[in-house]
């Protein structure tokens, strides 16, 4: 298999001024991390809040460069602190935030936030950034009619979706997803969940999922990794540590944390939807 995005002893330091009392710092958010993910893979990026995950997932996003180690995208390594990626590159790799409110700009058009990415990356016409446009929007469960309504108009599901399908506009390799299910509803959440499901199969795509939530992880992941302080205490298969953790901090993260049944959820979604249909006969 091939893989898609690889880290290894990856940092990142941030430098603290000093204050009347104090001295400057440095502060290392991420210490040494390794990880790699195949092509069509899922790697979930799980540890308290302050751990380093989300930090981690901005450096594998190419929106912030790392302190020390090294990334490489499809076997090329990558350091945006020296070079500026290129738009081949940026094309390969999207990012979807957790509030898809605050990612999506308030005075575009649905269509507009979608063509941006193709009109500043491509220099395909306008007709056909149009009708790539909507067909995204369709394929992210959403309608034509939406092109030129604002984000205001849409609820929090359809919000993500429409960050979603704007991420996939360059036809991405990867996808890095931080936390782009908790702010929804339980039942709006395995909707979502399903979609990204639907679109990794259709489009072989690669995630890097941060979250929370342990069902979440549990449904959609590969592969997980914990991370603590900064460090990543223990890495391997879904099955694998979730059947026997073998870190104490990763015994106590799971002993601590809540866990919903996405499953459960999956199903109710699915019974509402055949329902409906019924009474639509």
Known sequence: MTVI??????????????????????????KGVDFRV?????????????????????????????SGGTLSIEGQPVDISRRRPSPELRSKVQMVFQNPYGSLNPRQKVGDVLM????????????????????????????????????????GGQRQRIAIARA????????????????????????????????QDEFKLTYVFVSHDLSVVRYIADDVMVISK?????????EALFANPQDAYTRQLFAATPVTDVEAIRARVARRKQARAAAAV
Do not use: C, W
Request: net charge neutral; proline share 6%; aromatic share 4%.
């Open 5 to 30: 995005v690889e880290g290894r002893g990856l940092t990142q330091d941030y430098h603290v001024p000093g204050g009347l009392f104090g001295r400057a710092k440095t502060v290392r958010a991420v």
């Open 38 to 66: 195949e092509r069509g893979k899922t790697l979930a990026i799980v540890g308290e809040s302050g751990s380093g995950k989300s930090t981690l997932a901005r450096i594998i996003a190419l929106i912030d460069p790392q």
């Open 116 to 155: 941006e990415p193709l009109v500043i990356n491509t220099s395909i016409p306008a007709s056909e950034r149009r009708e790539r446009a909507e067909a995204m929007l369709k394929r992210v469960g959403l309608a034509p009619e939406h092109f030129n309504r604002y984000p205001h108009m849409f609820s």
């Open 168 to 199: 996939l506009m360059l036809n991405p390799q990867l996808l890095v997803l931080d936390e782009p299910v908790s702010a929804l509803d339980l039942s709006v959440q395995a909707q979502v969940l399903n979609l990204l499901a639907d679109l």
């Open 230 to 238: 900064g460090v990543a205490v223990e890495q391997g298969t879904r």
